[in-house]
């Protein structure tokens, strides 16, 4: 008889804000999640036996600093780490490069408007199921690319809003400057909704394809 293989164990972080339980309580993203923990109860026993770690948008950078080795060291381990946008990710992960821009929320009133991003790597699975229109809303940070990782969405100067690290970690490290947990969960900006029930998904796939 054949056992059933237990899926990856996926964490999210809540930050505790309104936003972040409209995200986590959609069952559309509920279901692709494992745990949901509670950053200022986030210790080293939430990590075992986890493979996956999806530290939320707009997460205030004072209260994942505390968590800055503990992160580290499950990245380091293999494990997946995610770190949505506007988390100051320059902070707390070692490597990351992050330049802060102005914003422009209303680009799009604009006739014939262009965010200025594009897809970076269309052939990653990532994009099976979303395209352009559906990671443009607006900026907050572009990233310079480190060595040896891959940017999947390119602003249009060259440098990167959402990049994939497999070299300069023994895990993998997915980083972003989009912010969608915050507007999908304002209601507010249906991209970010399009966005998030692609994104989340493809995180649990990336996982589950490592049984």
Request: aromatic share 10%; glycine share 10%; charged share 25%.
């Amino acid at each position: 008889m054949t056992m059933a293989k237990k899926r990856p164990k996926l964490i999210a972080l809540d930050g505790g804000t309104g936003y972040h339980k409209v995200t986590f309580d959609d069952p559309e993203i509920a279901r692709h999640i494992d745990e949901l923990i509670y950053i200022r109860d986030f210790s080293d026993d939430d990590l075992v036996g986890a493979a996956g770690l999806i530290i939320p948008c707009r997460t205030p950078p004072e209260v994942i600093i505390p968590h800055a080795e503990r992160i580290l060291a499950f990245l380091n381990r293999g494990g997946l780490v995610v770190a949505m946008g506007d988390t100051g990710q320059e902070h707390w992960l070692p490597g990351v490069s992050l330049e802060p821009v102005e914003t422009n929320f209303w680009w799009w009133l604009e006739p014939g408007a262009d965010l200025g991003l594009e897809i970076a790597a269309p052939d990653h699975d990532l994009f099976a199921n979303l395209g352009k229109d559906d990671v443009s809303w607006h900026l907050h940070g572009l990233f310079d690319v480190p060595k040896g990782a891959r940017s999947l969405i390119d602003y249009r100067d060259g440098r990167s809003v959402l990049y994939e690290d497999t070299r300069n970690y023994k895990g993998r490290l997915v980083v972003t400057s989009l912010d969608p947990m915050y507007h999908h969960g304002a209601y507010f900006m249906p991209a970010t909704t399009r966005f998030l029930r692609g994104f989340i998904p493809w995180v649990r796939r990336s996982l589950d394809q490592q049984i």
